[in-house]
């Protein structure tokens, strides 16, 4: 499959609504159930296709928390996804519902994040592609929140089913909170990937 084809496919697959049901019915216990928004957003369009993500409970009534931005991009000879920070992240808490607010977004909003850029390999399996992206060896994503540092292990697969299965794309999300002191893993993805479907589509988003 050509750069391009992978560029396309991966962009299309992310921009969406997705939400795991299915596992946190199966396993309460380990598995909370929320939605996670991607929506696109024109930040970067020249290079690149760039979203925001935020996410929150699908079971509580709850603002959603966790913002922030992907960037994908093609280079010469692959793939690779980048994650930024929200200098003001709840000024942007709820604009993936209104989609209207991410057209202000600029490049002056963000935040940089040391080790949040992620190569991404691609698999053809049966009648599926999977786009996985991981930190190299070694490598956290680190930030300062009110004076105290945070690590972040991150990753995630993006499964794109052949257009004539009836299965819905899926995001895997492995994000993992690290504690500096201990190295262990303190929330996210401790028990496994969260396996959200996709169950809105927001590729028409798209720029391009």
């Known amino acids: 499959m050509e750069l391009s084809e992978q560029f396309r496919q991966l962009s299309q697959c992310l921009a969406g609504v997705f939400q795991n049901r299915e596992q946190a019915l199966a396993d309460p216990v380990w598995f909370v159930h929320f ?8 930040l970067f369009a020249e290079d690149s296709a760039t979203f925001f993500l935020e996410q929150a409970s699908a079971t509580y009534a709850q603002l959603p928390y966790r ?3 992907l960037r ?15 200098k ?13 607010r991410l057209k202000t977004l600029t490049p002056e909003h963000l935040q940089p994040l040391s080790g949040s850029c992620l190569p991404v390999t691609v698999y053809a399996e049966g009648d599926i592609t ?21 690590w972040v292990k991150l990753a995630f697969d993006a499964i794109v089913p052949a257009p004539s299965s009836p299965a819905s794309a899926a995001f895997w999300m492995y994000d993992r909170g690290i504690d500096p002191a201990t190295g262990k893993a303190t929330w996210g993805a401790t028990n496994g990937p969260f396996k959200l479907a996709k169950i ?9």
Do not use: H
């Not at 994908?72 to 929200?86: F, H, I, R």
């Not at 999977?130 to 945070?150: D, I, S, T, W, Y």
């Not at 809105?200 to 391009?208: I, T």
């Open 35 to 42: 939605k996670l928004w991607i929506y696109p957003t024109p």
């Open 67 to 69: 913002q922030r931005i």
């Open 72 to 86: 994908l991009q093609a280079t010469t000879d692959a793939l690779s996804v980048e994650y930024y920070a929200l």
């Open 88 to 100: 003001e992240r709840l000024a942007w808490q709820g604009a993936a519902q209104s989609p209207e």
């Open 130 to 150: 999977r786009f996985e992206a991981r930190q190299r060896p070694n490598e956290l994503c680190q930030f300062e929140v009110n004076g105290e540092m945070k």
């Open 200 to 208: 809105q589509d927001f590729s028409a988003a798209l720029s391009g």
